[in-house]
Structure formats: structure tokens, C-alpha cells
């Protein structure tokens, strides 16, 4: 189901952990959703200087992580904000399609840890403000329904082509 | 060691008696059921004593009250849509519990868009369903009640011998998924007084493929498949002779060692859950702690998501499922499981372990250092299980 790369990555987590006293934090997605990520930045003169990561999820959104990890560390913060979830997936020969939506957070978790080193930079938020997900994708990627693979809209939560993936039968009337 | 199947509720070996069987029945060339000569006879010969020791497996009265399917899943389709077709000029409503397996929530969402009305009524936190309430939920025009005996992914059986009564006493029929306990559990449709209960041969060590449909005696389906007059012209379609034999000597094993396997699974049960908290802390055993199937395990590891930990545990050369969103394909958590009340994510964190015949207790503490060891290595990952333990350290 998983690429090598992946499965590399899933065994062999690159980068893994916290940082004390981090420059930005950024996190991204729920356990509703399925996964959860925080980003840990370590700053120095407009470079990441370091990278970690702390992910609750699927095989897929390990690999992720690790490897955005690997690809934005020594990166300046403009080329590491140019990095996309597209890119984080081709670094990794390719995710399962119903996967690139709910796994594939990663490039999103960076982009929101960038944007609380900026904002604590500029003194819009405290280091210690509680870092919200406001779960905002990209969307360079679509969904995917995983029984009949059509694409799924923005908002749509079941598919309409197959009807099928919804919620189970109605409730007993109260 | 070679690779351990813990994922026994998804799949099981064939026991040599079926593989046996199976050959014999190729190598034997059998001619068509239906046909009217020498090889329709041998044919045929065979097709109904399997059909008679199927029969005796659930104790039927008559073996015509069996009908082969290709799966436990057609049988519940046979079943259910089978019977709300036959009966819905008496009424279109149908009763169900809102832990049932997909084969029986699909076919009931199917009938929801031709104009039946379905109630599902709620489990308690061991995911049982009360015959009260089931009771409570029939209405004039309801005309079957449709609930599982032992559920797939907690392993809680529910109380099928009142529930039939409740719907005898009703005047409406009754359809049992029984798929994960017939061939495991002793059951007995005439002393249940159970209308319709779907089962398949896998669960007991015989071919995939395969399954039946208890029909009792006196009740009308309408066809899933119109064509010949095969199964008694319930199904229609030339038998899978070969399966239905594999079937039939599975099901002999079965009558001849449930005991005995009764008494190895429940050791195994007992094994696991005295042994577990030496290597885990922070989870959850879901379903009900003694009506439960005997070889199923549903246990919830905090903090942690069910795919990684499935492979890693593969890595180590250990099989067991998960009912993660991540894992299901469906990317939502187990109905199950929520409907039991369990959190998100804790329904995320929820592998279900299953035994077979060729489980062992050292299979079993070998199979708990892997599962430590893999959930140590995630936990050190996760953002939540950081966050538990800041929040432990403060109080």
C-alpha cells in the first residue's frame, strides 16, 4: 500500500520530538480528522536552524512529517514557505490517493509554525498563546471518496456519486 | 517464528479436514446438481448431505431449511431486502441496533431509498442491546427485526433468545447476523425460535466464499437471484459444489472440537487480559466482559493512532486489524465504537485481536513485547500522549 520511502520513514522517523523553547510552533489537524501534527522551529537569522515534530496518525502522516522535517531543515523561511504538501508527497514516491487529504498535513503544520514565529516576531501573539488549528489545507490536493474514488467537495463529507459512504441509519425518534 | 495470525476475525486457515475434502470433491469431477442423469444424482447425492450437516451445525429442523450462498454477506442481503420485499404490503418498517455489521446497514439504506422506514436503536456502553428497546421500537407496520449475535469489532453478544421472543410475541420476523459466532459458539435456531440467520463457512476454519441462510420453514423471501430452480428455488445459480463441501466438513470439525476450542480460546482470553497491564498502561477494553465472543479482543491503546501500530506490529511479524478512520477506508471512526460512547480518539487508537486454534500463551507474550515496544515508539511520536503526560505532572 505504501511506498518504500515511506515505509522508511515511518520506521525511521527523522527528527522526532520537541523544542524547548521553540521560535514558532505550528499545529494542524485533530483526532476527529484522524491526525494530528506540531511543528517545533528553531530560527536564526531568518534560517531554520532546527526541526522537530510530534504527529498522532496513520503510517502515512509519519512519513510526512518526517520528511517535511528533513526537506525544510537549513532551508531560509521563503524558500521553506514555498514548500507545498505536493511537494512533501512526491519526496516520498507518491502517498495512497484517499491518504493525500487527511495524512498529508504537513506542509500546512510548517506553514502555520512559520506564521507564529512571524506573528510573535511582529508581536501580534505571545509565545505562549495556544496555537488553534484552523485546519486551513492548501488544497492543492483534492478528496477522495475511499469506496468509489470520484472527487469529494469542498465541505462534502460523504460521496453523492456512490451514497453509500455516509452516516450509518437513522437515530430512534426521542 | 513465522508470521502470527492474531487477525483470525478476518481470516483463518482451513483446517486439513476441508482442504482434504475439497480436493477429493475437484478430483472427483461431481456432474451438475441439477442435471437429471448418473453424474446430476452423484452431484446432487453430495450437495444434500453437506446441506444436512450444515443443518445440524445451528441444530435446523430440516435441511431445506438451508440455503448455500457465496457469502455471509449475500446471506444477509438474501435476508433482509429478501424479506422486506416479500412482506411490504403488510408494512414498510424495519428494526435494527446502530452497531450492525455494513452487509446489514447497506442493505437497509438500499431498502430507505425504495420507501422503508428503518429505526435504529441505540446499544449500552458495552454495546448491548436491550430487548426493551427493541420492543419499544416495533410499530404496527414493522414486519422484521434485524439484529447481529456477535458483533465484529467488540465481540459482545447480544441477547438473541429474548430478542426473538420479543418479535415472536410481536408477530414480526427475525433476522440473526450470526457470521462471527456460528461454527465458534453453540447456537441452536430451534431453541432460539430465530427466523433467519445468516452465517458463512470462513469463521470456522472452512473456504472463503462460501455461507448459508437459515430460512425457517413457513417464511417468504422474494429472490436476490431468479434463474433455475436451485436451493430449493430460494437461489438461483449453479452450487459451488467444492466450497459447499469444504463447508460441510468444516462444519463437522466444528460440532466434533467447539468444546475444546471453547476451552483454549477462553484460557487465551483470560492469558491476555492478566498479562497485559505487565506491559501496557493507559487503555481501554471495549465490548461486554462475559457475553462476549470468547476469541476477540477489542482493546483501545491511548494516545496512539490503530494503523501505525497494525504496521508495526506487521513488521515484527505479528497480524491484527484496526477499526482507526485512518485504517477503514471509510476515514471516519467505527460506528461501533462510537456508539458504545468512546471518544474520538481513543476510537483511533483501537486494534481488535483475534485468536485461532493455533494460538498459544507464548504466542501471546511474545505478541505483548511487540505491542509495547511499538506503542512506546509512538507514544514518543505523539503530540497527545505529550500532552497527557504535561497534564499528569502538573496535577
Known amino acids: ?174 | 517464528m513465522g508470521y502470527i495470525n492474531l487477525d483470525n476475525i478476518n481470516f483463518k486457515h482451513l483446517v486439513p479436514e476441508a482442504s482434504q475434502a475439497m480436493i477429493d470433491a475437484i478430483k472427483a469431477e461431481y456432474g451438475n446438481p441439477s442435471s437429471q442423469h448418473q453424474k446430476g444424482d452423484e452431484a446432487r447425492e453430495v450437495l444434500e448431505s453437506s446441506r444436512e450437516t450444515v443443518a445440524r451445525l445451528i441444530n435446523a429442523k430440516d435441511p431445506r431449511e438451508i440455503v448455500f450462498t457465496s457469502c455471509g454477506t449475500e446471506s444477509v442481503n438474501m435476508a433482509v431486502k429478501g424479506l422486506a420485499w416479500a412482506r411490504q404490503d403488510k408494512g414498510k418498517h424495519l428494526v435494527t441496533c446502530n452497531t450492525e455489521h455494513n452487509a446489514v446497514i447497506r442493505s437497509l439504506r438500499r431498502l430507505k431509498q425504495l420507501g422503508f422506514q428503518v429505526t435504529s436503536v441505540p446499544v449500552d456502553k458495552y454495546g448491548v442491546v436491550n430487548p426493551q428497546t427493541v420492543k419499544r421500537a416495533i410499530r404496527e407496520s414493522t414486519i422484521l427485526v434485524t439484529i447481529m449475535h456477535a458483533n465484529n469489532e467488540i465481540g459482545t453478544l447480544h441477547p438473541i433468545a429474548e430478542i426473538a421472543a420479543v418479535c415472536r410475541e410481536a408477530g414480526v420476523a427475525y433476522h440473526c447476523d450470526a457470521v462471527d459466532s456460528v461454527g465458534t459458539i453453540p447456537i441452536d435456531v430451534e431453541a432460539l425460535g430465530i427466523d433467519l440467520l445468516s452465517f458463512a463457512s470462513n469463521p470456522f476454519y472452512g473456504p472463503k466464499g462460501v455461507g448459508a441462510l437459515y430460512v425457517r420453514r413457513g417464511i417468504g423471501l422474494w429472490n436476490l437471484l431468479d434463474g433455475g430452480a436451485q436451493e430449493n428455488r430460494k437461489r438461483a445459480g449453479t452450487e459451488n459444489l467444492v466450497g459447499i463441501v469444504g463447508m460441510a466438513a468444516a462444519a463437522k470439525v466444528a460440532m466434533r472440537d467447539m468444546e475444546k476450542r471453547l476451552e483454549h480460546y477462553k484460557n487465551l482470553r483470560r492469558h491476555f487480559l492478566a498479562q497485559l497491564p505487565k506491559y501496557l498502561e493507559d487503555y481501554l477494553i471495549n465490548g461486554h466482559p462475559e457475553q462476549c465472543l470468547p476469541n476477540h479482543i477489542s482493546l483501545s491503546v491511548r494516545h496512539v493512532e490503530g494503523e501505525s501500530i497494525v504496521l508495526m506490529l506487521d513488521e515484527q511479524g505479528f497480524a491484527v486489524s484496526t477499526r482507526s478512520a485512518c485504517a477503514s477506508g471509510s476515514l471516519r471512526a467505527s460506528h461501533v465504537l462510537l456508539s458504545t460512547g468512546l471518544s474520538f480518539a481513543d476510537a483511533q487508537g483501537t486494534l481488535v485481536i483475534s485468536f485461532g486454534t493455533d494460538t498459544t500463551t507464548q504466542i501471546i507474550d511474545n505478541f505483548l513485547a511487540a505491542l509495547a515496544e511499538s506503542v512506546k515508539t509512538l507514544r514518543a511520536i505523539s503530540p497527545l500522549y505529550a500532552a497527557a503526560q504535561k497534564e499528569k505532572a502538573g496535577k
Open chain 1, 1 to 174: 500500500m505504501y511506498s518504500k520511502t515511506v515505509m522508511d520513514h515511518f520506521k525511521k522517523p527523522r527528527n522526532v520530538g520537541e523544542i524547548e523553547g521553540a521560535d514558532g510552533i505550528g499545529q494542524i489537524g485533530n483526532p476527529v480528522c484522524g491526525d494530528m501534527m506540531t511543528i517545533y522551529l528553531d530560527i536564526e537569522d531568518d534560517v531554520i536552524k532546527d526541526i522537530k515534530f510530534q504527529t498522532f496518525g496513520c503510517g502515512a502522516a509519519i512519513a510526512v512529517s518526517s520528511m517535511l522535517t528533513e526537506l525544510a531543515k537549513g532551508k531560509t523561511l521563503e524558500e521553506a514557505k514555498k514548500i507545498t504538501n505536493k511537494d512533501v508527497a512526491n519526496a516520498l514516491d507518491g502517498l495512497p490517493k484517499n491518504k493525500l487529504h487527511c495524512s498529508n498535513l504537513g506542509a500546512d503544520a510548517l506553514h502555520a509554525a512559520i506564521k507564529n514565529y512571524e506573528d510573535r516576531k511582529s508581536g501580534k501573539v505571545m509565545p505562549d498563546d495556544n496555537q488553534e488549528d484552523k485546519h486551513e489545507h492548501d488544497h492543492d490536493e483534492k478528496c477522495y471518496c475511499p469506496y468509489c474514488d470520484s472527487e469529494l467537495g469542498d465541505g462534502q463529507t460523504f460521496c453523492k456519486s456512490c451514497s453509500l459512504a455516509e452516516e450509518g441509519p437513522e437515530k430512534e425518534p426521542a
